[in-house]
């Protein structure tokens, strides 16, 4: 736990009960938001697992002829259907509507919610909504997930950027159950899309179809939520995507990358052997199947291309979701 901040001419040192020191830069005190209940409780109202107010669909409390909404209650989430606190500006003026159709006699009811949330920081913004693959996983899902890293406009046009999308979705049923994105480019807009297919139980198979409005000064071909839905789907037909934060302890790393892209962004994490996309297929005779393949190109197109392709040779084989653009965008220098 951090003890105390000191701060000096060259930067900041964070002190923790347990570690050596930390020097920084900056840092970033984060705190939360904790329910202001106090009223609640002291008039009887029942507080729920969050710890906020427990309120039912029509923001009803406990307590006959008290209502509660904003911050201070807790509401379902629509993926889990467990109760979660989320103090979130948009979700309370809803319910602020809810509750005055409710006392002026409508039959009114707040839906479940998807959690949705954006944070800016600095250059870098950041959207998620449903259940990350750790929440799916502890409410009893048979989650899996996938990384891609794609452009938010088309890659031609002067302010593309590249955005990055985790799509955590169930096996059997190929239910959406969450999705976080992050970049430098229009992530909230992909999640927003997002949210609204969680809200309606929609599958990997139908997130393929979304329509988007298409220009390229405004998004790319193919909408990145749709194709963070290829990915899912190759990935069920054992086109296998790993972490980009993967280890490759046990796996063989084979870079399909051009020279002149493997030169600006080395694969720095062991050795690999570098075969081009271009000359996989007569250069086949230099692969074995001695340990599964570990295939890494820029972005995760190509190498997932190759890793189709290799298991209909006979290999095992799975690549780095996202690319080497995620990793080294996210690892920076670290090894």
Same mark, same amino acid.
């Given at each position: 736990?951090?003890?105390? =901040?000191? $701060?000096?001419?060259?930067?900041?040192?964070?002190?923790?009960?347990?570690?050596?020191?930390?020097?920084?830069?900056?840092?970033?005190?984060?705190?939360?938001? *904790?329910?202001?209940?106090?009223?609640?409780?002291?008039?009887? $109202?029942?507080?729920?697992?969050?710890?906020?107010?427990?309120?039912?669909?029509?923001?009803?409390?406990?307590?006959?002829?008290?209502?509660?909404?904003?911050?201070? =209650?807790?509401?379902?989430?629509?993926?889990?259907?467990?109760?979660?606190?989320?103090?979130?500006?948009?979700?309370?003026?809803?319910?602020?509507?809810?509750?005055?159709?409710?006392?002026?006699?409508?039959?009114?009811?707040?839906?479940?919610?998807?959690?949705?949330?954006?944070? *800016? $920081?600095?250059?870098?913004?950041?959207?998620?909504?449903?259940?990350?693959?750790?929440?799916?996983?502890?409410?009893?899902?048979?989650?899996?997930?996938?990384?891609?890293?794609?452009?938010?406009? %088309?890659?031609?046009?002067?302010?593309?950027?590249? =955005?990055?999308?985790?799509?955590?979705?169930?096996?059997?049923?190929?239910?959406?159950?969450?999705?976080?994105?992050?970049?430098?480019?229009?992530?909230?807009?992909?999640?927003?899309?997002?949210?609204?297919?969680?809200?309606?139980?929609?599958?990997?198979?139908?997130?393929?179809?979304?329509?988007?409005?298409?220009?390229?000064?405004?998004?790319?071909?193919?909408?990145?939520?749709?194709?963070?839905?290829?990915? %899912?789907?190759?990935?069920?037909?054992?086109?296998?995507?790993?972490?980009?934060?993967?280890?490759?302890?046990?796996?063989?790393?084979?870079?399909?990358?051009?020279?002149?892209?493997? *030169?600006?962004?080395?694969?720095?994490?062991?050795?690999?052997?570098?075969?081009?996309?271009?000359?996989?297929?007569?250069?086949?005779?230099?692969?074995?199947?001695?340990?599964?393949?570990?295939?890494?190109?820029?972005?995760?197109?190509?190498?997932?291309?190759?890793?189709?392709?290799?298991?209909?040779?006979?290999?095992?084989?799975?690549?780095?979701?996202?690319?080497?653009?995620?990793?080294?965008?996210?690892?920076?220098?670290?090894?």
């Amino acid at each position: 736990a951090m003890e105390r =901040i000191e $701060v000096d001419d060259t930067g900041v040192t964070v002190f923790c009960s347990e570690g050596d020191p930390v020097r920084a830069d900056m840092a970033v005190v984060a705190v939360g938001v *904790k329910p202001n209940v106090e009223l609640a409780k002291s008039a009887g $109202v029942a507080l729920g697992k969050t710890g906020a107010i427990a309120v039912d669909g029509r923001l009803a409390t406990s307590v006959p002829h008290i209502w509660a909404a904003g911050d201070c =209650i807790e509401v379902r989430h629509v993926v889990s259907g467990e109760p979660v606190h989320c103090p979130l500006g948009s979700l309370a003026n809803r319910q602020g509507r809810v509750l005055a159709g409710v006392l002026a006699g409508r039959e009114e009811r707040f839906m479940n919610v998807a959690g949705a949330m954006a944070v *800016k $920081v600095f250059d870098l913004s950041v959207a998620a909504a449903g259940c990350s693959l750790a929440e799916a996983l502890r409410q009893g899902f048979n989650a899996e997930a996938v990384w891609m890293t794609t452009d938010d406009r %088309a890659h031609y046009w002067p302010e593309s950027e590249d =955005i990055h999308i985790q799509l955590i979705f169930e096996r059997e049923t190929s239910c959406l159950l969450g999705v976080q994105a992050v970049g430098r480019g229009q992530v909230v807009e992909a999640v927003d899309v997002a949210v609204q297919l969680l809200l309606h139980g929609v599958s990997v198979e139908r997130l393929e179809g979304i329509e988007h409005c298409y220009a390229p000064p405004f998004a790319p071909a193919l909408a990145p939520l749709a194709v963070a839905a290829f990915v %899912a789907r190759n990935h069920m037909e054992g086109v296998r995507c790993m972490s980009p934060l993967a280890t490759v302890a046990g796996h063989r790393v084979l870079d399909v990358r051009l020279a002149a892209e493997q *030169k600006a962004r080395p694969w720095r994490w062991g050795e690999s052997l570098h075969i081009p996309m271009e000359e996989l297929r007569s250069r086949l005779a230099e692969l074995d199947n001695a340990g599964p393949w570990f295939v890494v190109c820029e972005r995760g197109t190509r190498s997932a291309e190759a890793v189709r392709w290799l298991g209909e040779q006979g290999l095992d084989a799975r690549y780095l979701g996202g690319g080497m653009i995620w990793r080294c965008n996210a690892l920076g220098d670290r090894e």
